[in-house]
């Protein structure tokens, strides 16, 4: 299983960025789809997944309203689109899978610890 994040950048306050995750060797069955954040000094924090059954979402309140995350599944990519950028959204972001997951509203934030697999960060900075 491989996971390629990218799109990450330097934007001002008020700018977007569209942050991909090019995903494969897995098949599209059930699984979960998350990005997460992380800025130097703090904990990784789940922002969004999707789910493949029925493209359920969650969304973290600090983000929510301004994000979107979607997928192209006959590019096997997701899709995180970011609008109005803080400078508190700077972070290293980062996709993974959870295999077999679920992702749903109610069930609140995807855990770090439930992904199965990883892409590498791709850096967000957004300069007041």
């Known amino acids: 299983v491989q996971l390629q994040a990218s799109g990450g950048g330097l934007v001002q306050a008020g700018g977007s960025l569209r942050l991909s995750c090019a995903a494969s060797?897995?098949?599209?069955?059930?699984?979960?789809i998350a990005w997460f954040r992380q800025a130097p000094g703090k904990e990784r924090e789940g922002v969004s997944c999707?789910?493949?059954?029925?493209?359920?979402?969650y969304y973290t309140d600090s983000m929510r309203g301004r994000v979107t995350i979607s997928s192209d599944r006959a590019k096997n990519t997701f899709y995180l689109q970011v609008n109005s950028l803080k400078p508190e959204d700077t972070a290293a972001y980062f996709c993974?899978?959870?295999?077999?997951?679920?992702?749903?509203?109610?069930?609140?934030?995807?855990?770090?610890?439930?992904?199965?697999?990883w892409g590498q960060g791709t850096q967000v900075t957004v300069s007041s």
């Open positions: 999707i789910s493949s059954s029925d493209s359920s979402t």
């Open positions: 060797g897995f098949t599209f069955d059930d699984y979960a």
């Open positions: 993974a899978v959870d295999l077999y997951g679920i992702c749903d509203n109610r069930m609140g934030p995807p855990l770090w610890w439930h992904m199965d697999h």
